[in-house]
């Protein structure tokens, strides 16, 4: 399947930079998938970054709703002022990260 072989290209990564077409699944189902193959049981967060602050809300809600839990607990989002999860039970954070902002972090 499509996950176990995630888990084998993927599990001796420690951070990966996805590039692929839009819609390919890059932010929502890749971030299950690493779920589903207990990536996350080790302390190791999945982090997916959004260039605009509606898309990381929208993203957060679609990959929740998707996984049946509620957002802010195993799935959640951080925008500018508004923190939507629990730093001890977050899994998957989706946050806004805007070219120039990485650009002046880095």
């Not at 899994?91 to 120039?100: C, D, E, G, M």
């Amino acid at each position: 399947s499509y996950a176990r072989n995630c888990h084998t290209r993927y599990s001796f990564l420690i951070s990966a930079v996805l590039f692929n077409h839009p819609g390919s699944g890059k932010s929502t189902q890749i971030p299950q998938y690493l779920l589903e193959i207990g990536y996350a049981k080790f302390g190791y967060t999945i982090a997916v970054t959004q260039p605009r602050r509606v898309a990381c809300v929208s993203l957060a809600n679609r990959v929740a709703d998707e996984r049946g839990t509620m957002i802010g607990r195993e799935i959640g989002y951080r925008i500018r002022f508004d923190d939507c999860w629990d730093e001890a039970e977050t899994k998957v954070k989706v946050s806004h990260l805007a070219t120039a902002t990485y650009n002046n972090r880095h």
